[in-house]
């Protein structure tokens, strides 16, 4: 059974850019998490969708969005990137929103 | 009431030793404690997890001690690894009657575990 896959690896960005990113999560869940990991600030939840519905949002800005698609398939975005915003991006995918998730390498984004 | 507090931050044992690693929280909701293991360059995995219905719970060289009263819990590794240097996440999160935690769960700071051959 393939993992959570997580594309691309690594990104370099602008300040002021947007930019998406992509994750499969393991066939047959249909909850998809999103964690945004730094050195100070540690692993920290930004939002979870099921079923292409928005159920759970964590404590960031705007600029954080994301949207899943009906093939569980999830995208997050981040628009008018600034140089706090260079971290892992981390997704997690779970049958329905449970407590066992399972993670993806993550990308790496970092804003110049 | 959200946080969950990890210590020590770094932790270094001999090659056999035991690894102790703790967790204290705040929000008594939560009802779901699993433990991950991180490698450079990689994502958290998923090594082992525990309700507040047991106080214990051991995979291999894993346990899991629970202090309901406390709202402390700890990770052991027996007889440490080389290979189990890594850093070492607690976790947390409240699920619902179904089993659902709307995927958030609250980390802890991380451990970084070394082991000397």
């Known amino acids: 059974k393939a993992g959570v896959t997580q594309t691309p690896r690594y990104l370099i960005k602008t300040r002021g850019q947007q930019v998406t990113l992509s994750c499969s999560p393991i066939?047959?869940?249909?909850?998809v998490s999103w964690y945004q990991q730094t050195p100070g600030q540690g692993l920290q939840f930004l939002f979870e969708?099921?079923?292409?519905?928005?159920?759970n949002k964590g404590n960031f800005p705007g600029r954080f969005s994301g949207r899943q698609f009906s093939n569980s398939r999830s995208e997050m975005n981040v628009s008018t990137l600034e140089l706090g915003d260079s971290a892992l991006y981390l997704c997690?995918?779970?049958?329905?929103?449970?407590?066992?998730?399972?993670f993806g390498q993550g990308t790496r984004l970092t804003v110049v | 009431q959200q946080q969950v507090k990890q210590s020590p931050q770094s932790l270094i044992v001999q090659k056999g030793g035991i690894s102790i690693i703790n967790c204290a929280y705040e929000?008594?909701?939560?009802?779901?404690f699993p433990w991950y293991q991180q490698f450079p360059g990689k994502g958290p995995a998923l090594l082992i997890a525990?309700?507040?219905?047991?106080s214990e719970k051991k995979e291999g060289r894993f346990t899991i001690s629970f202090n309901k009263s406390a709202k402390q819990f700890s990770l052991h590794i027996m007889d440490s690894q080389p290979g189990d240097s890594a850093t070492y996440f607690c976790?947390?999160?409240?699920?619902?009657?179904?089993?659902?935690?709307?995927?958030?769960?609250?980390f802890g700071q991380g451990t970084i575990l070394t082991v000397h051959p």
């Open positions: 969708y099921f079923s292409e519905t928005q159920r």
């Open positions: 066939s047959g869940h249909r909850s």
């Open positions: 976790a947390a999160t409240a699920t619902n009657a179904g089993g659902t935690s709307y995927g958030k769960l609250t």
């Open positions: 929000n008594t909701a939560f009802d779901y």
């Open positions: 525990i309700r507040p219905d047991v």
């Open positions: 997690a995918s779970s049958f329905k929103g449970n407590s066992e998730a399972f």
